[in-house]
């Protein structure tokens, strides 16, 4: 099934390229001169690229035999028998979820709980049952942060009637980036001119956000936030390389 995976990553960045350069270098290549019908088949192109990996991350989970009642049963087993203190989610909500239900309430009490992808469903599973489990976040959090970039996107949330999360808000601060970037950068816009842009940033002030392109680790803030209460600010930390 690896290949429908491949499929689904080229897909995604001929997609991308095709929407960045809005078609233009793909136009030459084919002898098609509309542009914007180029864009629009970009975006189509970068659809069907997700729904392959989509599909695929669907047809891993339901064949892994870690993901099934009896593989998590058995991890369950495991953790009753280690009697940890803190026990670390390392899954996507439902596998999560599940295992919480074999593990038991009771026995998860006075436990530190922590997951790397605190997903909307999981946060709700266990509010329900009175679990806290912390999570870490490369963004703020979107329902409290007053940073400008947060506030303009939960804005334009509301405007299109969209609940608040940290995945659509890493992504719209991802995009307001790029866009920032293209809109300095001289035409013709390749993939080149986009990096030595991207790569030149050094205390840029951007929303609220101070970017230094780290080429250690190529990001652009070395900080995660830790989510310690969903209706308050979180801590923020300093990632060290």
């Avoid at 035999?65 to 991890?75: A, D, V």
């Avoid at 709980?113 to 009175?130: H, M, W």
Wanted: charged content about 20%; glycine content about 8%; overall charge positive.
């Amino acid at each position: 099934m690896n290949y429908k995976r491949g499929i689904g990553f080229i897909l995604l960045h001929v997609g991308i390229v095709m929407i960045l350069t809005k078609g233009a270098i793909t136009g030459a290549v084919v002898g098609f001169s509309s542009t914007d019908s180029l864009s629009i088949i970009g975006i189509l192109v970068l659809f069907i690229g997700l729904c392959f990996l989509v599909i695929e991350n669907k047809n891993l989970s339901m064949h892994n035999p870690i993901y099934t009642p009896l593989g998590l049963k058995k991890q369950a087993d495991a953790i009753k028998h280690a009697q940890p203190d803190a026990i670390g989610f390392f899954a996507t909500a439902s596998p999560t979820q599940e295992l919480i239900r074999q593990v038991g309430v009771d026995f998860l009490a006075n436990k530190v709980l922590f997951d790397i992808l605190v997903e909307e469903p999981l946060r709700q599973f266990a509010k329900r049952r009175g679990i806290k489990i912390y999570g870490g976040s490369v963004v703020p959090n979107p329902k409290t942060s007053q940073l400008e970039i947060v506030k303009e996107y939960r804005q334009a949330m509301d405007r299109n009637n969209y609940a608040y999360d940290v995945f659509s808000l890493e992504s719209y601060i991802g995009t307001s980036i790029l866009i920032d970037m293209l809109q300095k950068i001289e035409k013709p816009i390749t993939r080149a001119k986009i990096k030595q842009q991207l790569e030149a940033l050094n205390n840029y002030q951007f929303k609220g956000l101070t970017l230094n392109f780290n080429p250690a680790n190529r990001s652009l803030f070395d900080f995660v936030w830790i989510e310690t209460n969903e209706d308050g600010e979180w801590v923020k930390r300093k990632v060290k390389n």
